[in-house]
């Protein structure tokens, strides 16, 4: 990509503004994604400015890290529930389809009620149990012959988690990949709408047996504690908790998965941070921040402004919407240095935003790493020395999820 979508706009009441000349979804979509280079164009969007104005989609883009941080940190100035995605600009809602549409104060005792059931004492019980499913997955994965890492190894484990999370029965298992890839846009294993439809109505019509059976017989999963949930007399309404668990359903999924493809992609393209590793196990937990920085598997969420702001110096008038490019600020070379491009697993400081900052900072965070290290921790524990590709890395054409869809590769032990 290079810059020639992007060009100053002269005649500008802003001056120096940039102006990008085409939607930037029409930019991602266009051949950007399937050839996984997106990087470049984020490059010239940060080399540009700090903000650029998406004339035909009519919001700002924020590629760098500041503004990135400066727009998360701040629900009053900048509202969620006005859309997270830029297809929903204009959206009115008079209910908010997610949690992550919603705004202090409803956001505040939103969070309050689901937090703990995702605080790192929950996720620390846990991690036996999902360290245990990864070593057994890893277990079962041929070695030293191709095996396609993303449906055999990443798309498991993330399922197997939130399924026991949420204490799905083992027979939904196989249906949680299809339910959450019919909910995210632009994913392209479900493009019928009316297949996408019947599998988010399967989706809800579960959530809702399940939700019900926890009323009545409680046990100790999430969905049991949120059903309890309570903060001074006040609980979440079977509404609300449907809504929360189909979001945990996706938001549990299909990020985590992108994570585990993208890492083993980035192990196989860089074999020396491998081989650094496994030299020094201690460096698990750093690798796997620079595994969600390298990866960012959601690309961008949108805030909009509710009074006349300024941004970067540039005056905003309320109801602009902003774009936070998390996977460009992640590369941000003005935050993370002269190697931002670089795969380096042992990056300190490394304050990644592939979870969101400020107040919507990604409740699910925990349990994320929680998969992360324990998928490295196997491959480690089960000798693998290096990773290769086989064949071309597939992936989603999608603009909110960097999805990898196929990842052929040799597991070498020897
Ligand atoms: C690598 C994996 C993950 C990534 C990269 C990721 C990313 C994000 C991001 C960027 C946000 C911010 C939303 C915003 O600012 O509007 C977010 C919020 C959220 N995530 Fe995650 N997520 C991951 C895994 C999970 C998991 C495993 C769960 C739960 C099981 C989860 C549940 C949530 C929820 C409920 C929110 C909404 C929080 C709020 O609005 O206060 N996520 N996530």
Same mark, same amino acid.
């Given at each position: ?9 002269? $005649? ?59 727009? $998360? ?31 202090? *104060? ?12 995702? $605080? ?37 484990? *993330? ?33 019928? *709408? ?221």
């Amino acid at each position: 990509m290079t810059s020639d979508n992007i060009g100053s706009d002269p $005649g500008d009441a802003n001056g120096d503004v940039v102006r990008i000349h085409q939607p930037l979804t029409d930019l991602l979509a266009d051949g950007v994604f399937p050839h996984n280079d997106p990087f470049g164009l984020y490059a010239d969007l940060r080399a540009a400015g700090p903000l650029s104005w998406n004339a035909p989609g009519g919001f700002w883009v924020a590629p760098r890290h500041r503004e990135v941080t400066t727009v $998360g940190a701040d629900a009053v100035t900048w509202c969620s529930g006005k859309g997270i995605l830029t297809f929903e600009i204009g959206a009115e809602y008079p209910t908010p389809p997610t949690m992550m549409h919603t705004d202090p *104060p409803a956001h505040t005792r939103y969070r309050s009620l689901v937090q703990p059931a995702f $605080g790192r004492r929950v996720v620390r019980a846990l991690a036996p149990t999902i360290n245990a499913a990864a070593t057994a997955l890893v277990d079962r994965l041929p070695t030293d012959q191709p095996v396609d890492a993303v449906a055999q190894l990443a798309a498991v484990l *993330p399922v197997h988690v939130i399924g026991m999370v949420l204490g799905l029965p083992e027979s939904d298992w196989d249906r949680v990949w299809a339910w959450s890839e019919a909910t995210i846009p632009g994913t392209d294993t479900h493009n019928d *709408p009316e297949l996408r439809n019947t599998l988010r109505d399967e989706m809800a019509a579960e959530l809702t047996r399940l939700i019900a059976a926890a009323r009545i017989t409680p046990g100790d999963d999430v969905i049991s504690q949120l059903v309890s949930a309570e903060i001074g007399g006040d609980r979440l309404t079977d509404d609300e908790l449907a809504m929360f668990c189909n979001q945990l359903l996706v938001a549990g999924n299909e990020t985590t998965r992108n994570t585990i493809s993208g890492a083993l992609v980035a192990f196989a393209d860089n074999p020396g941070e491998w081989t650094r590793l496994l030299d020094d196990r201690a460096l698990v937990d750093s690798a796997c921040e620079e595994i969600l920085r390298w990866t960012t598997p959601v690309i961008a969420f949108m805030r909009t402004a509710t009074c006349d702001t300024t941004l970067a110096g540039v005056p905003i008038v309320a109801g602009d919407p902003v774009l936070m490019l998390y996977a460009s600020a992640n590369r941000d070379e003005l935050e993370f240095g002269p190697d931002a491009d670089q795969f380096r697993i042992d990056r300190s400081p490394n304050h990644h935003v592939a979870f969101g900052f400020g107040p919507h900072f990604c409740l699910g965070a925990a349990l994320a790493r929680a998969e992360i290290t324990a998928i490295i921790n196997a491959l480690a524990d089960a000798g693998v020395t290096r990773f290769e590709l086989t064949g071309p890395v597939g992936h989603s054409p999608s603009t909110i999820i960097a999805g990898i869809t196929t990842a052929p590769m040799i597991l070498h032990t020897r």
